[in-house]
């Protein structure tokens, strides 16, 4: 067949672009510093979107009913994340890979088999599935930037003890903006362009200093003030925070890495998501930007569930004096919906079916604590609860969320401080929210500003009469 010279122009031209990506496949693979793999492909996502935006930038992506204005704009297409992508009826995919994927794919720790969230958070902020060189170049780049400055840890162990843990983790990450170089760069003057490098600094140490002030925390609340002890260079983020929290068993080790992994991002319209990206929008530095979005993960309705499922369970075990008997559960259950309560750990705004994030803490259980009373529980819960939700006839979706099973995994390796679990839902959330930071800045995302209106605006806009 002959081939014209237009198409073995295109021909040419399509094995030229194969091959500098697999050429820059290759060498991003063997590239060990995040930094320098972003700086490579900063340029070509930014101008990936400029001749997208150039073709496609008054094409519609959807409609806004009233509903939706009133309904927590739910489904209005308004926002740009990179890192996630959350289907409604499959559950999260972490820069195209499921949670399955990445359990299978992602570097493991020292004898484990969960994923690291060292590696997690490279494929977030690249796109591309780490090395085992790769993620342990992060563990130690983490590792050397975790000390806090002094005013931080005088600041946390002067906060009173009836102080909410996550009231003190957003207090010592405001606190921590005394560190910030991108709000020195900026007020130096810095260009535009370079924003993007001051948010990543910013963002690697603010992710190697959390557990830091999460485990002061812990010990200040829990442990007499005892001291956290020294960062192990050799080891990764979640050992060396399992043993400043006191935790020795290696298996509490494995479970944070997944933990860890799992909760770090569910796409962009969630609260504390939202809140980093539009506090990151007016140039609030990432400590700034990340601590407003940790207040937003304080509520009930969010990140503090996995407390409330736990408060759940505890109240249900002393009402029904520890008989879990289907019909007595039951009942219990429909005298919380009686009550004006929500079921802590079920429901979700976007998700649709049971919550992968819930399947594979299940499956942990399932395999290191298959006779944990509580674990059962769960389980019996996850059988009980949908039906009655779905009777109520306005629950959209019954099923269970990542808190209905987070708190009895860490109970059972003695962690029953339950007051304490948003603030490790906060460790790992900074994962996705500053991985998607650092692209809202490489990406130049202007100030975010979406229209309001009055009910008598929209009356008027519909043609609507009093
Ligand atoms: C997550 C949540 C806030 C989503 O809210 P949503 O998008 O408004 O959910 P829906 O559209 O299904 O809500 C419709 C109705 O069902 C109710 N509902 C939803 N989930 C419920 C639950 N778990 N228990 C009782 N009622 C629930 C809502 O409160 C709402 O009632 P209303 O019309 O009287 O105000 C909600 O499911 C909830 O409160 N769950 C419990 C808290 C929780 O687990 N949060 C963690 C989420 S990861």
């Given at each position: 067949?002959?081939?014209?010279?237009q198409?073995s122009?295109i021909l040419?031209?399509?094995?030229?672009?194969?091959?500098?990506?697999?050429?820059s496949?290759t060498?991003?693979?063997?590239?060990t510093?995040?930094?320098?793999?972003l700086?490579?492909?900063?340029?070509?996502e930014?101008?990936?979107?400029?001749?997208?935006?150039?073709?496609?930038?008054?094409?519609?992506?959807?409609?806004?009913?009233?509903d939706?204005?009133?309904?927590?704009?739910?489904?209005?297409?308004?926002l740009?994340?990179?890192?996630?992508?959350?289907?409604?009826?499959?559950?999260?995919?972490?820069?195209?890979?499921?949670?399955?994927e990445?359990q299978?794919?992602?570097?493991k720790?020292?004898?484990?088999?969960?994923?690291?969230?060292e590696?997690?958070f490279?494929?977030?902020v690249t796109?591309?599935?780490?090395?085992?060189a790769?993620?342990?170049?992060?563990?130690?780049?983490?590792?050397?930037?975790?000390?806090?400055?002094?005013h931080?840890v005088?600041m946390l162990?002067?906060?009173?003890?009836?102080?909410?843990?996550?009231?003190?983790?957003?207090?010592?990450?405001?606190?921590?903006?005394s560190?910030?170089?991108?709000?020195k760069?900026?007020?130096?003057?810095?260009h535009?362009?370079?924003y993007?490098?001051y948010?990543?600094?910013d963002?690697?140490?603010?992710?190697?200093?959390?557990?830091?002030v999460?485990?002061?925390?812990?010990?200040n609340?829990?442990r007499?003030g005892?001291?956290?002890?020294?960062?192990d260079?050799?080891?990764?983020?979640?050992a060396?925070f399992?043993?400043?929290?006191?935790?020795?068993?290696?298996?509490?080790?494995e479970?944070?890495r997944?933990?860890?992994?799992?909760?770090?991002?569910?796409e962009?319209?969630?609260?504390?998501?939202?809140t980093?990206?539009l506090?990151?929008s007016?140039?609030s530095?990432?400590?700034?930007?990340?601590a407003?979005?940790?207040n937003?993960?304080?509520g009930?309705?969010?990140?503090?569930a996995?407390?409330?499922?736990?408060?759940?369970?505890?109240?249900?075990?002393?009402?029904l004096n520890?008989?879990?008997?289907r019909?007595?559960?039951?009942?219990?259950?429909?005298?919380?919906l009686?009550s004006?309560?929500?079921?802590?750990?079920?429901?979700?705004?976007?998700?649709?079916?049971?919550d992968?994030r819930?399947t594979?803490?299940?499956?942990?259980?399932?395999?290191?604590?298959?006779?944990?009373k509580?674990?059962?529980l769960?389980a019996?819960?996850?059988?009980?609860?949908p039906?009655?939700?779905?009777e109520?006839?306005?629950?959209?979706?019954?099923?269970?969320?990542?808190?209905?099973?987070?708190?009895v995994?860490?109970?059972?390796y003695?962690m029953?401080?339950?007051?304490?679990?948003?603030?490790?839902?906060?460790?790992?959330?900074?994962?996705?929210?500053?991985?998607?930071?650092?692209?809202?800045r490489a990406l130049?995302?202007?100030?975010?500003r979406?229209?309001?209106?009055?009910t008598?605006?929209?009356?008027?806009?519909?043609?609507a009469?009093?």
């Amino acid at each position: 067949m002959a081939v014209t010279s237009q198409t073995s122009k295109i021909l040419t031209s399509k094995l030229t672009q194969q091959f500098v990506n697999l050429l820059s496949r290759t060498l991003s693979s063997e590239v060990t510093n995040l930094k320098d793999v972003l700086a490579d492909k900063i340029p070509r996502e930014q101008e990936k979107v400029k001749q997208f935006r150039k073709d496609f930038g008054q094409a519609k992506i959807g409609d806004v009913t009233v509903d939706m204005a009133y309904g927590g704009m739910r489904g209005i297409k308004g926002l740009v994340t990179e890192t996630s992508v959350l289907d409604p009826e499959e559950g999260i995919r972490f820069r195209g890979l499921s949670i399955p994927e990445c359990q299978e794919k992602l570097p493991k720790g020292k004898g484990g088999a969960e994923p690291l969230p060292e590696g997690l958070f490279w494929l977030l902020v690249t796109g591309d599935v780490p090395t085992d060189a790769q993620v342990a170049a992060i563990s130690k780049e983490w590792a050397n930037r975790a000390d806090l400055p002094s005013h931080v840890v005088t600041m946390l162990n002067n906060f009173p003890a009836n102080l909410h843990p996550m009231s003190q983790f957003s207090a010592a990450i405001t606190a921590l903006n005394s560190e910030s170089k991108f709000a020195k760069a900026y007020s130096d003057g810095v260009h535009k362009t370079k924003y993007w490098e001051y948010v990543y600094e910013d963002s690697l140490d603010l992710i190697a200093k959390l557990p830091t002030v999460a485990a002061t925390i812990y010990r200040n609340l829990y442990r007499d003030g005892s001291s956290i002890g020294t960062i192990d260079a050799q080891k990764d983020w979640s050992a060396n925070f399992a043993s400043m929290l006191g935790y020795s068993d290696p298996q509490f080790t494995e479970l944070l890495r997944l933990y860890l992994t799992i909760h770090s991002d569910h796409e962009g319209g969630n609260v504390s998501a939202h809140t980093v990206h539009l506090v990151g929008s007016a140039l609030s530095d990432p400590y700034l930007s990340f601590a407003a979005g940790m207040n937003g993960l304080a509520g009930p309705l969010h990140g503090l569930a996995n407390q409330e499922v736990l408060v759940f369970l505890n109240k249900m075990k002393i009402a029904l004096n520890e008989d879990f008997s289907r019909t007595k559960v039951e009942e219990f259950v429909k005298k919380t919906l009686a009550s004006g309560q929500v079921v802590p750990g079920y429901g979700h705004a976007v998700l649709r079916k049971t919550d992968p994030r819930y399947t594979c803490q299940r499956e942990f259980a399932l395999k290191h604590l298959p006779d944990d009373k509580m674990f059962k529980l769960v389980a019996e819960l996850y059988e009980i609860v949908p039906p009655i939700l779905l009777e109520t006839g306005k629950v959209k979706n019954p099923w269970p969320n990542v808190d209905a099973h987070s708190g009895v995994l860490l109970q059972h390796y003695g962690m029953m401080e339950m007051n304490y679990y948003t603030v490790l839902f906060g460790v790992s959330r900074a994962l996705g929210t500053l991985a998607s930071l650092i692209w809202d800045r490489a990406l130049g995302l202007p100030l975010e500003r979406p229209k309001s209106m009055s009910t008598d605006g929209l009356m008027k806009a519909v043609g609507a009469k009093h």
